[in-house]
């Protein structure tokens, strides 16, 4: 290979309270297909955001063409030929193909917009990809993936020697991600530098040529990806170093599983998730397993009805059911913990009390409201046993530090006695005190017979806390796993990597 | 410092926080400005067994816009906003207008423009919820749709009622020394606070309207309370129509309830609650209300020149709002780490009141 045509090193970016890159390096060359890796807070997102100027890195340097650059703002690197496609395609869909190719750069001819110019330099620049389009059709009419192939057009007329694909391919199918890769293809071989982030395994194995790992802002390293297993490089994600989980102790938990509370027969979701099989039972904790990405949330908003199945059953105890919304997965006594808990969970404006009560009170409807003294024990009682602090009900629960808001989810969801608690990520961003109490809690639970679905990215915290585990890969449910001792860390990161082991 | 003094500063303090401080501090400074200039102005007095006075005529003139308001509250908690509510007010004299006019009685005349009411509110909530056009939109249609239906039912004409019709007394009349329209304010603030405080009516709406999609998945069934929130604005727009149309005994199509909805939003505004949706409250309504009344009342008191009217609302609107502002509040309490009390009003609002008149 010859000389990288993009060379960053010592890249540092500090945000309050967090490092998102500490002393960074990355290279790309000409002609290649890079992947960039890298679980939940690797610094992915911000290192493409210093590339492309939306940050300024707090130290170190970055050479484009051999000559040091810095990049003041996300058009300054589209001059410098550094084009960045979104995985939410940021066009106008209301604009035509060609008047979106051409936006902001006009061909003029005294003084007015040339349209001739601008409609047969588009049906040029769309044939050299093989598309043979319309151009003067709406945008918005378009199939996801022509827009996004439409968008990398734009991007490579910019005159780009280095193309960023961020997720281009999480919302297409398998004929569209053949297509776009084939486009890849062709532009690589043109000599472009591509960067390729991606969450399916799969995806990068078959179009990458080379690939750098990112964990908790640090570089681990940079592999030919023929010389990278997939074993290797998800153990370098996650950072699972194998002797430390070995190390854990056997806690794989006493089976005392009850009746079937719910079963998932082929259900599934196009563009969300594969159809399913997975049984849960009274008192068990059942583990969802598998990188970001992978299907894991998918999976737990199909079971709550947050988004509906279109195919397959769900049966919830014996019965057959539609969990077409969350009302009818909650009448019958699932409850959710969203993993994004500002977004989907808490409402800000509202106190602690209100929110705690938010659940009940939902599925008691307006005209009965919980009696005051009633209302004021359940909460006493809640803040009491989960330990919230501070332990004022009339407190905003934007107040509360992370651990304390996770445990007001909880607390909401506690307080209508379910029979089965879906936890998505219910430990993330907390502090190690709050999330040993909701470990110690999870297994409470169980032990009162309430099933559990838990997600985590962390494996130690699956495997410490799970009856089973459900492995998930590319939106797959690809192995189940019981967690009878014979379940050891090494088997499930491998069944991570590889599928079905 | 001695101890006594220590409390009391923590107790102006934390008056000064809550959120009604201050449109409160702003409806009394008007009054108090209105004292000054207009002497005698506080005064009530009793005349043929009624109340009168300047201040019970703001309470008697405001209280179709506090109507407006308070049914704009709930609408604007679930995120929303309803521009139809003028077109209701001219739509709901209009009926009852005509039915009186066509020798119907009281009672039917009032129930059948009632019913009316609810429709177009359960229009607005169903055109919102279930085909989800944004509420903006989906009440510009009433907003502009409603006027023409004011107009058919007039006939094109303004309709006069006999005052002798017991329609005069809603608007006009008096019960128990008080101007009945304010009694009838009265009534619907107080049921509106039941109905959303001690029902659970007042916690869902702020928490369909702070956070929609957290309510979705806590399994609030948010269409049926956005449309409730509507058909309670249509009625309260409603009620406040027929206090229009018969204090005037007179049913006008066209300018009936007239850019009241810019008021009323302003009102709410006023009154602490974002237009974002989310925490609302019905006081703050009911002050907010309450100010843009006493400030129209101050321009006529005052002698301001009616050409410098709509710039000196705009300055005592800017000024509340600023108040209200966390950003701005954080500026100016970071220069004056001292509690700030009611100095920071006064000095801002005496050059307001200087630069108007000039």
Known sequence: MTEPVLEVTGISKQFPGVRALDGVAFRLFPGEIHALMGENGAGKSTLIKVLTGVYQADEGRMTLDGAERRVHDPPHAQRLGISTVYQEVNLCPNL????????????????????????????????????????????G?????????????????????????DEPTSSLDRGEVERLFGVMRRLRDDGVAILFVSHFLEQIYEVCDRVTVLRNGRLVGEYPIGELGRFDLVSRMTGQELHDLEQLEEAAPAITRGRRLLALEGAGRTGAITPVDLEIHEGEVVGLAGLLGSGRSELARLVFGAEAADTGRVRVGEETVALRTPRAAIDRGIAFCPEDRKADGLVMDLTVAENIVLALQAARGWTRPLPPRRRDELVGEYIRKLRIQPPSPGTPVRNLSGGNQQKVLLARWLITRPRLLILDEPTRGIDVGAKTEIQKLVVALAGDGIGVLFISAELEE?????????????????????????????RLLGTIANGAS | MNPVNAVSRANLARLTRHRLFWPVAVLVLLLVVNAVVTPGFLAIRVRDGHLYGSLIDILRFGAPLIMVSLGMTMVIATGGIDLSVGSVVA??????????????????????????????????????????????????????????????????????????????????????????????????????????RRTALGLLLESVGGNAEASRLVGIRASGLIVLGYVFCAVCAGVAGWMISSDVSAADGNNAGLWIELDAILAVVLGGTALTGGRFSIAGTVVGALIIQTLNTTIYTAGIPPRTTLVFEAAVVTFVCLLQSPAFRAKVGRRRPGGPVPPPTDPPSADKKVEVPA
């Not at chain 1, 008047?99 to 588009?122: H, L, Q, T, V, Y």
């Open chain 1, 141 to 165: 009419a378009q199939s996801l993936a022509v827009q996004q192939l439409i968008a990398i057009v734009r991007a490579i007329d910019l005159d780009a020697k280095v193309l960023i694909l």
């Open chain 1, 462 to 490: 699956v495997l410490r806390l799970s009856h089973k585990v459900e492995v998930l890969r590319d939106r797959t449910l690809v192995a189940e796993l019981a967690n009878d001792g014979s379940l050891t860390p090494e």
């Open chain 2, 91 to 196: 739509i709901s004299g209009a009926m009852a207008c005509y039915l009186i006019s066509e020798g119907q009685g009281l009672a039917v005349a009032l129930a059948l423009s009632f019913g009316l009411c609810l429709v177009l509110g359960l229009w607005n909530g169903l055109l919102v919820t279930r085909l989800s056009i944004q509420p903006i939109i989906a009440t510009l249609i009433l907003m502009v749709g409603g006027r023409g239906i004011a107009q058919l039912i007039t006939g094109g004409q303004i309709i006069t009622i006999d005052r002798d019709s017991g329609y005069r007394e809603i608007g006009g009349g008096h019960l128990a020394g008080l101007p009945v329209a304010v009694l009838i304010v009265l009534a619907s603030v107080a049921a509106a606070a039941v109905l959303a």
């Open chain 1, 96 to 139: 035509s193909v060609a008047e979106n190719i051409f936006i902001g750069r006009e061909p003029r001819k005294f003084g007015r917009i040339d349209w001739a110019r601008i409609r047969r330099r588009s049906a040029e620049l769309l044939a050299r990809l093989d598309l043979d389009l319309d151009v003067t059709a709406p945008l």
